[in-house]
């Protein structure tokens, strides 16, 4: 028996029982496992390689997120290199080094 006939007997029961509540909660367990059946078919993950495709994935998320994660960090340095830079630049023009080069 598959999970759609044990939900359409499940249903019949609890029409003819006047739903009880062990029925209605098996009603709903039966629809939950079956809806999530559906979704996992409907997104290709039902087959047995999908626990290592998620796994995959997951590794694949991590990745990016530490490569965002360092490509903001040099962003972040190069920036506060280039201000630092000016400023001793700055700092060296004040000072007169600037005549040096005329």
Do not use: Y
Request: net charge negative; hydrophobic share 55%; aromatic share 4%.
């Amino acid at each position: 028996m598959n999970r759609e006939d044990m939900l359409a007997r499940l249903i019949a029961q609890a029409e003819d029982t006047g739903g009880d509540l062990v029925t209605m909660r098996a009603v709903v367990e039966e629809a939950s496992e079956l809806g999530a059946a559906r979704v996992l078919t409907r997104m290709g993950l039902d087959d047995a390689t999908a626990h290592g495709d998620l796994a995959e994935l997951r590794e694949l998320l991590r990745a990016w997120r530490d490569a965002k994660r360092s490509a903001w960090k040099a962003v972040i340095e190069w920036t506060v290199r280039g201000i630092l830079a000016l400023l001793l630049f700055a700092i060296a023009m004040r000072l007169g080094a600037g005549e040096i080069f005329r």
